[in-house]
């Protein structure tokens, strides 16, 4: 069930993901991607607190594999 606000459940569950040690791994990924996907669907706030949290996750650094499951990701669900 989509509460209407689960962007902002996103957006607080990628605190932690950059708090912790500065860089998302692929646990903490699927973890917003669940978040995100709670409804069987993202939405377009979604995608942008996605784009969000996938950008700032790259310019961290990401390792191979989770910078493949972005961008299946972002494919999948036409995150940009």
Same mark, same amino acid.
């Given at each position: 069930?989509?509460?209407?606000?689960?962007? #902002? /459940?996103? %957006? +607080?569950?990628?605190?932690? *993901?950059?708090? &912790?040690?500065? @860089?998302?791994?692929?646990?903490?990924?699927? $973890?917003? #991607? /669940?978040? %995100? +996907?709670?409804?069987?669907? *993202?939405?377009? &706030?979604?995608? @942008?607190?996605?784009?969000?949290?996938?950008? $700032?996750?790259?310019?961290?650094?990401?390792?191979?594999?989770?910078?493949?499951?972005?961008?299946?990701?972002?494919?999948?669900?036409?995150?940009?």
């Amino acid at each position: 069930m989509n509460t209407g606000h689960s962007h #902002l /459940d996103i %957006a +607080l569950g990628a605190i932690p *993901v950059f708090t &912790d040690d500065g @860089r998302m791994d692929a646990t903490e990924l699927q $973890r917003l #991607l /669940d978040l %995100a +996907l709670r409804d069987a669907r *993202v939405d377009e &706030d979604e995608k @942008r607190v996605l784009d969000n949290v996938f950008r $700032r996750a790259e310019q961290a650094g990401v390792t191979p594999d989770v910078a493949e499951r972005i961008a299946q990701a972002r494919r999948q669900h036409g995150i940009e």
